[in-house]
């Protein structure tokens, strides 16, 4: 169960993340692409709202990466790329308006007057086009795990973890710089 949990958030926030890189930028072209790191172009920023690393991206070269490191075999990169076709439709609209609460809520606190309850009702639409998003990355999560074989599903979680390790550490050295 635990390397079930591993897989699938591994899974949303990578998906998450090539979700938002997938998209066209409405800012000016000297603005940075939605979701790059301001002070370091193309490098993407990580953490809430952000996506970041996982496993089982839903489009283009990094999807098929992945497939490559597993193995897949053509019938399984036929059936994994329709679910993740299937799952980047339906969560463009959630992420829009994932977005849009978070616009909102960045203006309501523009305001000379925060309205409280104004900001909590925003909070609770935030929180429920997250747990949206979340249960279908989910969902996709669980649909590729029945095309892949166990071996493969545990080749997955041995990257995560050591990418995550990685991670981990670069954050470790990060703040001891700081300090």
Do not use: C, N, W, Y
């Amino acid at each position: 169960m635990g390397s079930a949990l591993l897989v699938i958030s591994a899974v949303s926030a990578f998906s998450m993340s090539t979700l938002a890189q997938a998209e066209e930028p409405t800012a000016a072209a000297s603005a940075p692409a939605r979701g790059e790191h301001p002070h370091h172009p193309g490098r993407m920023m990580h953490g809430p709202g952000h996506g970041g690393p996982g496993m089982m991206p839903l489009e283009g070269r990094r999807l098929d990466r992945v497939l490559d490191q597993v193995k897949a075999t053509d019938a399984q990169r036929t059936q994994i790329k329709a679910l993740a076709k299937s799952a980047q439709a339906d969560l463009k609209p959630l992420h829009e308006a994932g977005r849009s609460v978070h616009e909102q809520t960045l203006a309501l606190f523009a305001q000379p007057q925060v309205d409280a309850a104004a900001a909590e009702k925003l909070r609770q639409q935030g929180l429920a086009s997250h747990d949206a998003m979340s249960k279908r990355m989910l969902q996709f999560a669980l649909d590729a795990s029945k095309v892949l074989t166990p071996e493969q599903r545990a080749e997955l979680v041995a990257k995560v973890q050591k990418h995550h390790d990685r991670m981990k550490s670069r954050g470790q050295a990060h703040a001891q710089l700081e300090h």
